[in-house]
């Protein structure tokens, strides 16, 4: 049994990593396990920028968004070198295994770091994009999600007054499902995501028959990777000769409080971490799958590609 351990944050922050720190903090030091917390993600750790927590430490975050350690991206990291420093700062230290909440690239830092250290590692998926293969769900996508259909109610209220296209783009780099899913809650007509090809001719000929029907207004999800907003809406706009507003959410998608399911889940997924760290497990994933944690081999999910659920795709079809 391990009795000194360290939990950081990594890449873009996301609502939810603040009650999964917490469940780490306060597990890990109900059984009598000694936690550091490292501050700015990997730099924070080749930096020595850690602290030993108390239960005190974590009070009165839970319902804050972000992470109050501090996360970033850190390029020395990705060298030997960089690791090897790392390696050193934590053993200097008495730390004996890692905790590290982050999504992807995250996630294959620290399989690195395992692999060539031997030091126990457990990961918890923290990205708003829910795109960690292996879970149906990864801390901060349910926050960011209830944050875009705010954002969608009240563009409708627009478009619908002035019968117009709007073209919202949302968060989703090489991942659709946060448009995926809000565009379907939200009743878009066209949601355009990086996993599936779209001709937009095809669309905007479709727009302009809707339109001559009696079409009030029409609303477009595209997530980042399908396609930048703006280019998309002035190419509709030419093509269809239609009113067209673009919006772009940004950065607003990360933050806020976190939901009642970020909160909870975080909380069980930072149980289970805590539990299989100071037990000595190592290189695995805690997820959700079907409503119940799971442990993922930490290799396989960064090595293999989330596939955006196909009956989202035709549902959004369907409804259109």
């Known amino acids: 049994m391990l009795n000194s351990i360290a939990v950081m944050t990594s890449g873009g922050d996301s609502p939810g990593m603040n009650a999964a720190i917490r469940a780490v903090t306060r597990t890990a030091l109900h059984h009598g396990v000694k936690v ?23 009070s009165d975050i839970i319902q804050r968004g972000g992470t109050f350690l501090g996360t970033a991206r850190c390029k020395r990291f990705a060298t030997t070198e960089g690791r090897m420093l790392g ?55 349910d926050t960011a999600a209830n944050t875009i259909i705010d954002a969608i109610n009240k563009l409708r209220d627009t478009a619908s007054a002035h019968r ?27 949601i355009l995501v990086p996993e599936e090809e779209y001709d937009l001719d095809e669309i905007c000929d479709d727009m302009k028959e809707s339109y001559a029907k009696g079409k009030r207004y029409i609303l477009v999800v595209v997530a980042e990777g399908a396609g930048r907003g703006y280019e998309i809406g002035k190419a509709i706009s030419e093509k269809t000769g239609l009113d067209t507003r673009v919006s772009k959410l940004g950065h607003i998608q990360r933050g806020g409080s976190p939901s009642v399911i970020d909160r909870v889940n975080a909380s069980r997924l930072g149980e289970n971490a805590a539990l299989a760290i100071i037990s000595g497990l190592s290189d695995i994933v805690f997820g959700f799958n079907r409503g119940h944690v799971v442990s993922i081999n930490l290799h396989d999910a960064v090595n293999n590609k989330k596939k955006l659920n196909p009956e989202f795709m035709r549902l959004a079809k369907v409804l259109a």
Not at 37 to 44: A, D, L, M, S, T
Not at 171 to 184: E, K, P, Q, Y
């Open 87 to 141: 390696y050193k700062n934590l053993i200097d230290r008495g730390i004996q295994g890692l905790v590290v909440i982050g999504g992807d690239g995250s996630l294959r830092g620290a399989s690195i770091f395992s692999q060539e250290t031997g030091i126990p590692i457990v990961g918890l998926p923290g990205t708003i994009d829910n795109d960690v293969w292996g879970s149906e769900y990864t801390i901060g996508c």
């Open 164 to 190: 117009r296209i709007i073209v919202l783009e949302v968060m989703g780099r090489n991942s659709g499902w946060l448009a995926m899913v809000t565009g379907i809650s939200g009743g878009a007509e066209y």
């Open 36 to 58: 550091w917390g490292i501050r700015g993600g990997y730099h924070g750790l080749l930096d020595e920028e850690m602290f030993e927590m108390k239960s005190k430490d974590v």
